[in-house]
């Protein structure tokens, strides 16, 4: 009998804003973060009502860690002081390396229509956290998107997926933390197994429909995370039809100090980017 990966814990994201007033509901975020090491945030946001985004994400710093925005609907313009412009639109990845510091924008470029999409905030091991910025604009045609033999459809975004009989690259690969980010797109009727390294965190996060956890005996709604044990198989079905995040990724076992848009390992180190973001020196 195979032996299936336990759930931790269920939570609902919270209603929140950020930037310049952008509503979003936090996944998870802030006080416990280390339970979800390597991962520290995620961010969902989605409005038809522009009154909701149209203020976007004006200027602001990052120090520490990686910023992965996943674009479901609408289209968001990126620019930094790398002299970095990007369009984020429907089905596209921007995939954000702050290290030392970055200071960027993102903002809306529509008036009307559906904004919908997340943010995933990735830390960086301590060697990595003042290494050099970098930022990929990785378009919906480079990003591989597969078909199971048991009808999932599966957005490829990280990693290496693998059900046993279907294996593919994601659109990024990443050391140290080798993080895992696939979306599922579950038919009614249908069942995923995918393969996660024993010892990785495993986040399973629905924004559409309901999906049944094997060896679980409660399930999955919409608009909730289950965070799962660090070993054994997982298995998703679902009699209705769902949408699905699997993160996972391998945690560094750091101390994580946060500051707002700084993550370091220490508060020292947090008082030094205050400084350098004060002294324009952040991304020196």
């Known amino acids: 009998m195979p032996q299936f990966r336990k759930v931790l814990s269920i939570q609902a994201g919270q209603p929140t804003s950020d930037g ?3 509503k979003l509901t936090r996944v998870f975020g802030g006080p416990g973060i280390e339970a979800f090491d390597p991962f520290l945030m995620l961010d969902e946001f989605g409005s038809e009502n522009p ?4 203020a976007g994400f004006p200027p602001h710093p990052h120090r520490g860690f990686e910023t992965v925005t996943y674009m479901l609907e609408g289209r968001m313009r990126h620019e930094d002081h790398m002299g970095n412009v990007g369009l984020l639109q429907g089905g596209g ?5 702050a290290a030392r ?3 960027h924008s993102e903002m809306p470029e529509q008036e009307e229509g559906a904004m919908r999409g997340f943010q995933l905030w990735l830390n960086l091991p301590a060697k990595s956290k003042m290494g050099d910025a970098g930022y990929d604009d990785i378009q919906p045609e480079r990003i591989p998107r597969i078909t199971t033999q048991n009808g999932v459809d599966v957005v490829v975004i990280a990693g290496q997926f693998d059900d046993g009989q279907t294996s593919q690259p994601g659109a990024v690969q990443r050391p140290d933390t080798e993080p895992q980010y696939f979306d599922f797109h579950m038919p009614a009727g249908s069942h995923i197994s995918p393969r996660v390294a024993d010892g990785h965190r495993v986040l399973l996060y629905v924004y559409e429909g309901e999906v049944e956890i094997a060896g679980q005996p409660q399930k ?6 289950a ?3 660090e070993s054994g198989e997982i298995q998703l079905s679902t009699q209705t039809g769902a949408r699905v995040l699997l993160i996972a990724g391998k945690p560094l ?3 994580i100090v946060q500051y707002g848009p700084f993550v ?3 508060r020292e180190e947090i008082e030094q980017a205050l400084r350098d973001f004060r002294d324009d020196k952040l991304t020196a």
């Open 93 to 97: 990845v921007q995939w954000m390396t």
């Open 20 to 22: 310049a007033g952008v």
């Open 227 to 229: 965070r799962l044990s």
């Open 220 to 225: 999955l709604g919409t608009s909730r995370l």
């Open 253 to 255: 076992g750091e101390p």
């Open 101 to 103: 510091g970055v200071i």
């Open 264 to 266: 370091m390992n220490s």
């Open 51 to 54: 009154d909701e985004y149209i």
